[in-house]
Every structure is written in C-alpha cells, then in structure tokens.
C-alpha cells in the first residue's frame, strides 16, 4: 500500500517537528495497515525506523516508501523475519543496530487472526495465534531487551479490545491479546526500576485494514458503525496519533497502561451479538458440527 501520511501530517498536527530527532523505532510487522501508519508519524517527526515482517519483498517496499516521507531519514525493511522465532528477531536486532546505531523503541505489532467456531478451531490453529501474538511479543521484548536498557527505551504492544467480553469466534485471538497485556503489566513492573516503560495500544475498529476487511462480515458494517458512541470507525491515523503521545516526552510518567483508542465501541458490546441470526443462531449450529481437533 502507499504511505497514508505526508509533510502535511507535521504541518497540521499538533505534534512538535522533529520530536523524535535521533530516535530509531524498531518494529514488527511494520508492513501492515496499523503499524506501517504508526512508523510513517514517527518518521515524519524525525525518528529513523527498522521495519520488520515474513514477506522480504513487501517489507523492503514498504521501508523504501516510508523513507522518502522526510529527506535524510533511514527506513530499513528486515524480511523473512518469524516472530515465532527468538532466534529470527535477534538477527534482525544486530542489522538494526549495525545499520541505524541503536533501538530506542520497540513496537510489537506482528499479529495473526481469522474467524472461527470453537469447534472449528484446533488445538494447531488456536496455539499459532498465540505464537504469533503472544510469544511473539515476548520474544520482541527478549531480542530488544539490551537496547531497551542501554538507551533507556519504551516498548508498544499493539494489543485489541476482543477479550473485553465474551467475544464469539475469537477465543485464540481474545486469550493471545489478554496475554500480551499481562506480558506488558509485568514488563513495566519489572523493567521500571530500569528506566524502561511498557505500555500497550489497542484499537477497536479501524477502517480500511485487514482485521475488518476480513472479520466484519458486510451486513453488520452499518451496524458497527451504530455500535460506536462516536459514531465513526476509527483511521490509522488515530493509532498513529495515540502512538505518538505514548512515545513522546508527553507520556514520560506512563507505563503499565494499555490505551484504548476505539470510540468507546466496546463499552456496547460486538455488532455480532446484537444480530440475532448470528448469535445464538449460527454460532450455535456451528458448534453442533464435528470437533476439529
């Protein structure tokens, strides 16, 4: 996809100009429609980037463009890399080192997800969710952790909103990203004394990414829209806007926190749960087929 920010996004924001001059984000799954948006604000504010995903080809793309955003900024694209694998993101960490000089912070965004029954889910698909979205974000942690403590540095889980409530066809999901905020509770317990925040950012519905493209069925697009007291799905640009104040100077005295950035749209509940033919209609059918195991 093609940068959604510009100059303009400095111009108009209220964010200082070059706040973020000499600071180097270190990334995963910085090709993706959240957190690409997230790297382009803190490029465009002066930070140097390593963006980090599976695809080499999309993820080298993705750097080269979000580069061209400020003259003299350094985006380097990292493919190949399997968050599954401490190993994967520890190389990724020397390149990011030797190439940009240091890691001040780290955003976890890698995160996979799909739609499905509990009878449909097997005990395979359910634990790659988790390794992807949680041990991925420990391992994140683990391969930054020395950069983390040399430069005194921040970490950004992008976690969600889906284990608010009894959410039906994402219990991988809901049980990976309640994970990732307990993981970043203790990181900011334990690292604190370190001078190392943790904190956590999550996003309800978001217009134009992959999460609702795939998980919102169409018939309930009007409804979820009703379904957010703001009365608007939310932009990539509000996360990247929340994740600047996070990491900014602004937000010194905050860690241990996860930011919602969702219009209040889970305080009401799923658009799924208020369709009747869906639940307990469908779900309920679904899960009176075969157990997948």
């Not at 930070?47 to 350094?74: M, V, Y």
């Not at 608010?164 to 993981?183: E, R």
């Not at 979820?224 to 703001?230: D, I, R």
């Not at 209040?264 to 899960?287: C, F, H, M, R």
Request: some cysteine; charged content about 20%; hydrophobic content about 45%.
């Amino acid at each position: 996809m093609p940068n959604t920010l510009d100059s303009s996004y400095y111009e108009t924001s209220i964010y200082k100009k070059g706040i973020f001059d000499g600071k180097v984000v270190f990334v995963t799954g910085g090709a993706g429609t959240i957190c690409r948006v997230q790297v382009e604000a803190l490029v465009l504010l002066g930070a140097n980037a390593a963006i980090l995903g599976r695809r080499t080809e999309a993820t080298e793309k993705a750097a080269a463009e979000i580069q061209q955003l400020r003259p003299g900024a350094k985006v380097i694209g990292i493919g190949g890399v399997d968050v599954r694998d401490v190993k994967s993101l520890a190389s990724a960490v020397d390149t990011t080192v030797k190439q940009l000089g240091k890691i001040d912070f780290v955003i976890a965004g890698a995160a996979g997800n799909f739609l499905s029954h509990v009878g449909g889910l097997s005990a395979r698909a359910f634990k790659t969710v988790i390794d992807i979205d949680l041990l991925g974000s420990y391992n994140t942690a683990k391969a930054t952790f020395d950069q983390l403590r040399a430069n005194k540095g921040h970490i950004l889980f992008v976690s969600a909103t889906l284990h608010y409530i009894g959410l039906p066809m994402q219990a991988h999901a809901s049980a990976a990203k309640a994970g990732v905020d307990s993981l970043m509770r203790t990181l900011a317990v334990e690292l604190g004394p370190l001078g190392i925040q943790s904190n956590a950012i999550a996003p309800g519905p978001i217009a134009g990414t992959e999460g609702i493209d795939r998980l919102l069925p169409e018939h309930l697009a009007k409804r979820a829209v009703e379904l957010v007291p703001l009365q608007r799905l939310g932009t990539t640009t509000d996360i990247a806007n929340a994740t600047v104040f996070l990491l900014s100077p602004a937000a010194s005295y905050v860690t241990g926190t996860v930011t919602v950035v969702d219009g209040a749209s889970w305080q009401l509940g799923e658009p799924s749960t208020s369709d009747p033919e869906l639940y307990p209609g469908v779900i309920s059918k679904l899960n009176e087929g075969d157990n997948k195991l």
